[in-house]
């Protein structure tokens, strides 16, 4: 029965896909979705190992302003113990970007990791960005900004809850190699001003083979390193994705 609505799901979004438009206008608000089904496992005659990666996105475009809606889940079990119980959502917003390369920003994000050892830990910033490339195939976006952060961590020490200013470095990138082969980067470089050995690794890779304008099979690489705790993981999972785009013109 799960796999019969899976497919009615996926008929459903053909179908209100099927006729957006194509063109980019000032002039219009774009709306646009995003969902990733990822997971990778490993059995054998006395282990069982699965992790499973979920993420989804929507976004709003307008003239001046975009606002993006993020939301990611990763769970991992091996035959003894939960290895990944991760969650993490994040709103952000980008000013002028419709209209010019630079352009502002500003996030807030909220994440929690049992492979990292983070209770909770809230980030709060702004700051500036720049498109060296952006058309419908490739982009190339670089970005940079301060933000405020609170931890919560569980390290068995005294300095679990603390708080600090990063300074927050984005590297962004999408390459198209053939007509429906892509590649996307993600990856943050955040250090502490406060503290010289308190810093934050993320990268966030996919390759993807676009079956449909709406459906494409995915590939992942994300490495994450958060150095107060002194953990980090290395996940590589692979599925589906499916996304879509609409806009309303004024």
Do not use: H
Not at 141 to 164: Q, V
């Amino acid at each position: 029965m799960k796999f019969s609505l899976f497919i009615l799901l996926l008929l459903y979004v053909q179908v209100c896909l099927g006729q957006q438009a194509d063109s980019t206008r000032l002039d219009s608000t774009v709306y646009e979705f995003r969902l990733n089904a990822m997971g990778s496992l490993n059995q054998t005659n006395n282990n069982k190992n699965y992790l499973l990666n979920n993420s989804g996105r929507f976004s709003i475009k307008g003239k001046y302003v975009g606002v993006n809606f993020n939301a990611v889940y990763v769970y991992g079990q091996s035959s003894t113990a939960v290895t990944n119980n991760d969650f993490s959502t994040s709103v952000d917003g980008d000013f002028n970007r419709r209209r010019s390369k630079f352009y502002y920003w500003a996030l807030a994000n909220y994440s929690k990791s049992l492979s990292l050892k983070i209770n909770n830990l809230v980030q709060l910033g702004a700051g500036v960005a720049y498109n060296f490339i952006e058309n419908e195939k490739n982009s190339l976006n670089l970005s940079e900004g301060l933000i405020y952060e609170y931890d919560d961590l569980f390290r068995g020490t005294p300095e679990d809850k603390y708080s600090t200013i990063r300074n927050s470095l984005r590297l962004r990138f999408k390459w198209t190699i053939f007509s429906s082969l892509k590649l996307e980067s993600t990856n943050f470089f955040q250090n502490s001003l406060q503290y010289g050995d308190d810093y934050i690794i993320r990268s966030n890779t996919v390759l993807s083979f676009q079956l449909k304008k709406w459906l494409s099979i995915t590939t992942s690489v994300i490495y994450n390193r958060f150095s107060q705790t002194d953990q980090e993981n290395l996940l590589i999972t692979y599925g589906v994705r499916m996304e879509g785009m609409t806009k309303k013109y004024r």
